[in-house]
Each structure stands twice: as structure tokens, then as C-alpha cells.
């Protein structure tokens, strides 16, 4: 490993030379003896260029193969996307060629694309990069790749590193029993992406997915397999699906993000509880278990934060039925039966602000009207809590909603477009008057998009990355220069 590492250094120490100076000969026939030692012994690279939104043209990247890859479950390469020499200071101190030979070290294989410092590969026109990223990923051909991993692939700025499979609370098979043969719980998981040997230390947003992980029963096989763990990061279900960049963008605002597996750990559409109809919970996820679990994700968090250059402040960020499950993080109240499972009991669970878009947060308001798109909720929500009228303390008990009851809930910006489907309109303004009468500071975001979306222009994604860094703080990068001002203790 060390001999490959001495490698690695001296061939990007080339590839940086052979940028500069493309007609040098025999500096190419150094680089390409390089390539062929490396992918004899241990790895192997390639170089080119790729199309980048940001620059307006193209970008030279290096691709390095580790020797001992790490591969998802249909046999593709879990992949780190390294966004290098951007047009603003990193926030890590490491220099890059120490941090990719460290994923290179964890078996991720590492595509750099290097900006040169380019003045528009800024927050947040960069994103529309991360947007292009993730769409070639999924669409199977990136940087002359067929079989990067639409599942475990991420994107991370220079400075950053990835903590990934953090385990943050145990699956209860009872809640949603499917499939039948699932009867001892999996891990649920988050990744954290943090900054590394930090002079400053940042702030966090979580997300919970929107693409559900669970278990799989191979009736061939007759067994569980692998095949749909770990699939908060499912690219045709959450990032490319949606043309969603938020996350993999907030560090150019200085801050870190982590994304966990979705509480309801099952197919969405399907569910039930024991001895129920099949597919009653269709389309929701039910309390306790959705706010233990989240509650846990954020102790977790909370807990590793110092470790990892965190400031302590998390902020969640969420869409769909992932706001539905985020905003579960926001309330105060104090539900014991909430708070005391899962991992980390006793470290604090609050959080300083949340952006929640399109999502359900109070199950009693379904039947304001008919016809709004949430006829599942409307017939399937009676089988497993009795009638609204009936058990009104019940209904109200699973929706985030409850969870607020003074100013002391965290702030919130709601985000959605009005041609979306009308329940989500009505669930956001009952949510956001119950705040508002409790001195909560409110704010939204409307119409930045068409329909069932995530804002993705760079207005829309100025106004959440503004909200976030007026509650969590986070150092501000410096544009045009690699100076980070020293303001805490170096964390590893």
C-alpha cells in the first residue's frame, strides 16, 4: 500500500505538469509507464476531459482505481467524484493528493475533476455540475465509466472525506413485516461527509432519504439478500431522479451534510401491521417508529460530531417523504417513548433548523378535501388507527406537528411548487400556522420549479443556503483564495 501511495503521488505530480504542458512528449510516455506499473501491481488511472456546466467547457480529470475496490451489490464500483482547485479556499487542510490516497486506501475509486481554479466553480452555480454528475452516473457512462455504482456513488469537494455505513438504530421487522421472511432486524445506516484536519470546525445538515432501503426475500435462492440495503443514495430514486444537488453542494457553503437510510425501512408502497391487510401502510411510515428512529439519527450524529470537525449545530434538510420524515427532528416536546430507544440515549437530540418541502405532518388534517392526492392516506390510514373521530389523540401522535408546542422548535423554511398535488399546499400551511402561533420563525419558498420537485436554480438554492447559514454558522468561504482563517482547534 505505502509503495502504491509513492506511486499515486509522483503520477499526479505528472498529470499536474502534463495539464500545463500537453506537447511534452516525454513527460505523456512517463505518465502512461506510470499507469501500466500501477495497473500491473496494484491500481490503475486514466486521464481525459469532461464537460463541465460550470466552466463552459471542458475539465481535465484523473481517474485512479483502488487495488482493493469496494463494490456495491450487483458488482459496480462505489465511486467518489473529487471536485478539486474550485474557486473558493477548502475548508480541509489536507492536501488533495493526501485525502484521495486516503479513498483510494478505503476502496472507492476516485474520478478528480480539476476546476484550476476557476472563478465560477462557486456555490451555487457548481451544483449544476453535481446535477450533471449524478445523471451520468445513472445513466451508466461517466468519465469513460460504465459501472459506477447508481446506488453508493457520491460527490465530495476537496477537503472533505466520507465516514460511510454509521449504524443508527436497529429495524423492528414487526412494524411493517415485509417480506414475510424478515424477522431479524438490519442496521440502518447514515453517511457523513465532514471535513478533514480542519482549522475551523462546521456545522451539519442530515436528510433523510427519499429512496427507502429494505429487505429482500430471493425466493429461488429462498433467502434474504443484500440487493436493496443501504439504498439511501439510490440515484433513479432520490439525486438524479430529482435533480437534487442541495446536499453534495452545502460544503461549498462551509458545511457538512449526511444522509440516512429512510425510517420506514420497507418498499414505500407496501406495509402492514401484524395480521393486517397487505399494503396498509402504502405511501406512509407510523409512529413510534419513524420519530425513535429519527431521534436516534440525530444522537448519532450529535455524538460523532466532534470527532469529526463538527460544531455541534445540525440543521435537516428534507423532501417528500423524507421531509416527512425530518421534520419529526424539529419539535420539542418531549415524547419518552420516542426519546428513550435506539442508540445514544441521553445525548441531545435538537436541531437549529430545518428546510421541509413537499411532506405530511399532520395525519389528522387528511380529509380537509377530497381528492388531493392523498386518497391512500384517506382509506388505508382507518385500517391501522380506527376512525379519525374515534382516536383523534392517536392520529395526532403520528404526525411531526404534535412534536411542536412552544418557540423552542426549530425554525423552518417550507418549500413547494403550487402545481404539485394540493395536499401537500395544505399540510404545509396547517403546519406552518401551528408554528407561527407558537413564535416560531417561518419562512417559504414557492414555485422555484415545476410539480413534485427540489429547487435547483441558482436563486432557489441561494435562498436554503442562506436560511441554513443564518442558523448554523457555518465559516464562510473565502472566494479566489486557498486561505481558511484559523478560528478552532485542528480536528482530525
Known amino acids: 500500500m505505502l509503495a502504491f501511495a509513492n ?58 482505481e483502488a487495488c482493493s475496490p469496494v463494490k456495491d451489490f450487483a458488482g459496480n464500483y462505489v465511486t467518489v467524484v473529487y471536485l478539486e482547485n474550485v474557486g473558493f479556499s477548502k475548508i480541509g487542510r489536507n492536501s488533495n493528493a493526501t485525502d484521495v490516497a486516503w479513498l483510494l486506501s478505503q476502496g472507492y475509486r476516485v474520478v478528480e475533476l480539476n476546476y484550476a481554479n476557476n472563478v465560477n466553480a462557486v456555490t451555487p452555480a457548481i451544483n449544476a455540475d453535481v446535477i450533471a454528475i449524478n445523471a451520468a452516473i445513472a445513466a451508466g457512462s461517466f468519465c469513460g465509466h460504465s459501472n459506477c455504482s447508481q446506488s453508493k456513488s457520491y460527490v465530495l469537494f476537496e477537503g472533505f472525506r466520507i465516514l460511510r455505513n454509521v449504524p443508527y438504530f436497529r429495524d423492528e421487522p414487526t412494524v411493517y413485516n415485509t417480506p414475510a421472511q424478515y424477522t431479524i432486524g438490519d442496521t440502518l445506516h447514515m453517511d457523513i461527509i465532514y471535513p478533514a484536519n480542519a482549522p475551523v470546525t462546521v456545522p451539519v445538515i442530515l436528510s433523510f432519504s427519499y429512496s427507502n432501503s429494505y429487505a429482500t426475500y430471493d425466493p429461488d435462492k429462498k433467502m434474504l439478500t443484500d440487493a436493496n440495503k443501504d439504498q439511501r443514495l439510490n440515484l433513479g430514486n432520490s439525486l438524479a431522479g430529482f435533480n437534487d444537488s442541495f446536499l453534495e453542494g452545502a460544503p ?39 420519530a425513535r428512529k429519527v431521534k436516534s439519527a440525530v444522537r448519532t450524529l450529535s455524538a460523532m460530531g466532534a470527532g469529526l470537525g463538527l460544531s455541534g449545530k445540525i440543521g435537516i ?29 441521553g445525548i441531545s437530540d435538537h436541531v437549529q433548523a430545518a428546510a421541509l418541502g413537499p411532506g405530511v405532518f399532520d395525519y389528522t388534517q387528511i380529509y380537509n378535501t377530497f381528492g388531493d392526492g392523498d386518497s391512500n392516506l384517506e382509506t388505508r390510514c382507518p385500517w391501522v388507527w380506527g376512525p379519525l373521530a374515534n382516536n383523534y389523540d392517536l392520529w395526532q401522535s403520528m404526525g411531526s406537528a404534535y412534536l411542536a408546542q412552544s418557540s423552542a422548535t426549530a425554525p423552518v423554511l417550507f418549500f413547494y411548487n403550487t402545481n404539485d398535488e394540493h395536499y401537500y399546499q395544505d399540510q404545509i400551511a396547517h403546519f406552518k400556522a401551528k408554528l407561527d402561533s407558537l413564535g416560531v420563525p417561518t419562512s417559504t419558498l414557492v414555485n422555484y420549479g415545476t410539480g413534485h420537485a427540489i429547487p435547483q436554480t441558482s436563486a432557489s438554492l441561494s435562498t436554503l443556503y442562506n436560511f441554513f447559514n443564518q442558523y448554523l454558522a457555518p465559516p464562510t468561504p473565502i472566494i479566489g483564495k486557498d486561505i481558511y482563517p484559523h478560528r478552532a482547534v485542528t480536528k482530525p
Not at 262 to 287: I, L, M, Q, R
Not at 323 to 333: E, F, Q, Y
Request: net charge positive.
Open 7 to 64: 506511486r499515486f503521488m509522483v503520477l499526479r505530480k505528472l498529470y499536474s505538469q502534463y495539464r500545463k504542458n500537453a506537447l511534452v512528449s516525454h513527460l505523456r510516455s512517463m505518465i502512461m509507464w506510470l499507469l501500466l506499473l500501477t495497473l500491473s501491481t496494484t491500481s490503475w488511472a486514466a486521464t481525459g476531459n469532461w464537460t463541465s456546466k460550470v466552466t463552459g467547457g471542458d475539465i481535465a480529470y484523473l481517474s485512479t
Open 252 to 290: 461549498a457553503n462551509g458545511i457538512a451534510w449526511a444522509i440516512a437510510d429512510h425510517p420506514k425501512y420497507c418498499p414505500w408502497g407496501k406495509g402492514k401491521p401484524v395480521n393486517g391487510a397487505n399494503d396498509t401502510y402504502k405511501s406512509y411510515e407510523t409512529n413510534p417508529d419513524a
Open 317 to 345: 434538510f428534507g423532501f417528500s417523504r423524507g421531509s416527512t420524515a425530518g421534520s419529526m427532528a424539529i419539535g420539542d416536546r418531549i415524547v419518552p417513548d420516542f426519546e428513550n430507544a435506539g442508540f445514544n440515549i
